[in-house]
């Protein structure tokens, strides 16, 4: 059932690192051609490090762990690529759909394959008016039952970090910021909220991870927030100021559901002229970076 490309395989075979990646950014989150151009980066970036990039997605009902040249485009090009949450996975799978994976759907199969690093840009989590609407990503539950390591750039900023992260907790996922002791907020180097424990160095990475399979307690993941630098985040007034705004025009519009996120993100990439893509962009190519250090690390014995 999940297709394993041969490179990956046999990097999995020979113990080499191999960090997985998302391919909802590719179809959903960027636009076209600058979306493959950035899937091709994204995964040059991991090679630079020493790693196999396994950019993960499903084509024709069929989940794919690595992705050659031609899927990649087609990920990129295709219309009709729908977004997959885990979810989603079976019933792609029976109607023989496509999809990019989200955060959720990407973990699970890359945790299927054996690969135990994965590179995002933010997580989902609780959203405002979570006493409403009872609105949670997939994402935490998964999480909270998935042997992986992801490096983020926390959770996105749309989203209620405070409950994001009392909700993590609760659910026993380990969050480390990386060479910091404040949580970021994907557009933001820091999103006003602490984090217990730091972490500056891939090797310190592995170690818990090599920790988290020698105490056996739980099958959760190792979040490692991974902040975007300061002079390449979004202005914070800015953010304060256009998320604000597009929250009240989200309200007045009577959106609900999962159509916030997009709605959301889109404001604010349309009113602040492109700076929060290029903020997202640079957390994410921060992201992969340190992923693949600490795939490196992760497979040194």
Aim: glycine residues 10%.
């Amino acid at each position: 059932m999940l297709v394993v490309s041969e490179e990956v395989r046999e990097a999995l075979d020979s113990r080499r690192p191999v960090v997985a990646l998302e391919s909802t950014i590719i179809a959903h989150g960027l636009p076209r051609p600058r979306n493959l151009r950035v899937a091709r980066e994204l995964e040059e970036a991991v090679r630079r490090e020493g790693a196999v990039p396994a950019t993960i997605a499903v084509l024709d009902g069929r989940p794919h762990v690595g992705l050659g040249k031609e899927q990649l485009e087609r990920v990129a090009g295709e219309d009709g690529i729908r977004k997959l949450g885990h979810r989603d996975l079976p019933l792609a799978v029976a109607a023989g759909a496509s999809g990019a994976t989200t955060v959720s759907a990407t973990a699970a199969l890359a945790a299927g394959a054996g690969i135990r690093v994965f590179a995002t840009g933010g997580l989902g989590g609780v959203h405002r008016e979570w006493t409403v609407t009872q609105d949670e990503s997939a994402d935490l539950g998964l999480l909270a039952r998935t042997r992986i390591t992801v490096v983020c750039a926390g959770v996105k900023s749309i989203l209620d970090v405070p409950a994001t992260l009392q909700r993590l907790e609760t659910l026993g996922v380990a969050v480390a910021g990386y060479g910091t002791d404040r949580f970021p907020g994907f557009y933001l180097s820091d999103s006003g909220q602490p984090v217990d424990w730091t972490l500056r160095t891939p090797e310190q990475v592995a170690a818990v991870m090599r920790a988290q399979d020698a105490l056996g307690v739980s099958e959760s993941a190792l979040i490692v927030a991974n902040p975007v630098p300061v002079e390449e985040q979004l202005d914070p007034e800015v953010h304060a100021r256009v998320l604000a705004d597009a929250l009240r025009a989200c309200a007045e519009s009577g959106v609900t559901g999962q159509a916030v996120t997009p709605f959301l993100l889109d404001h604010l990439v349309r009113h602040t002229d492109g700076a929060s893509l290029s903020a997202n962009l640079a957390a994410v190519r921060g992201n992969v970076r340190l992923a693949a250090r600490v795939a490196a690390a992760w497979t040194q014995v």
